[in-house]
């Protein structure tokens, strides 16, 4: 079974930094994108960046161009979403998702299970 | 601003077909896919490509594109179709992705 397993939700403070994680299984974790998908409280999905783990190409979202940090280790089959310096604003559940994109094809699937990041002085 | 369009908020009866659409540039040079996403639950991909269905996902739900709008049918919606529905595809300069705002369906 194909599954990718996000860490546990994290309660931090302004300015902290935070790392989460992204487990696959049950695939060949080089062979296909993770991208990162933030959802607000009760807002729409936000795509925000991805990458490739076979050759590490790394693409962000104009909107998250320097305000986040993409990463992968393949030898665990493991990619990563940081921030430097948390905000308040950055509240919100983040999704990461395999992806696959052939030609005129694009698809993500499945998705994690969701990490909650609650950013709270 | 996202630059895939939806539709907010659409409405069907219950056992009639209702058709959700995504406009933007980039659809004319590629598909559309299509999440549901229900209350609590992380998103799930109903459709892909030109209109193909991952495993699991019922009959009833169709894709097809026309111009720069994609569409995602539902033919005899269900009860548990009630759900939020998301397009994604590349963005205008074909290295990055982009999600619709999404379409909240109620199923009457």
């Known amino acids: 079974e194909v599954q990718l397993v996000q860490s546990g939700a994290e309660v931090k403070k302004p300015g902290e930094s935070l790392k989460i994680s992204c487990k696959g299984s049950g695939y060949s974790f080089t062979s296909y994108w993770i991208g990162w998908v933030r959802q607000m409280p009760g807002k729409g999905l936000e795509w925000m960046g991805i990458i490739y783990p076979g050759d590490s190409d790394t693409r962000y979202s104009p909107s998250f161009q320097g305000q986040v940090t993409i990463s992968a280790d393949k030898s665990i089959s493991t990619a990563y979403l940081q921030w430097s310096s948390l905000k308040a604003s950055d509240t919100a559940m983040y999704y990461c998702?395999?992806?696959?994109?052939?030609?005129?094809?694009?698809?993500?699937?499945?998705w994690g299970q969701g990490t909650l990041v609650t950013v709270s002085s | 601003s996202s630059e895939l369009t939806q539709d907010p908020a659409v409405s069907v009866a219950l056992g009639q077909t209702v058709r959700i659409t995504c406009q933007g540039d980039?659809?004319?040079?590629?598909?559309a896919s299509w999440y549901q996403q229900k209350p609590g639950q992380a998103p799930v991909l109903v459709i892909y490509?030109?209109?193909n269905r991952p495993s699991g996902i019922p009959d009833r739900f169709s894709g097809s594109s026309s111009g720069n709008t994609a569409s995602l049918t539902i033919t005899g919606a269900q009860a548990e179709d009630e759900a939020d529905y998301y397009c994604n595809s590349r963005d205008s300069s074909g290295n990055l992705w982009v999600f619709g705002g999404g379409t909240k369906l109620t199923v009457l």
């Open positions: 490509g030109k209109n």
């Open positions: 980039s659809l004319r040079s590629y598909y």
């Open positions: 998702v395999r992806g696959d994109s052939s030609g005129f094809t694009n698809w993500f699937d499945p």
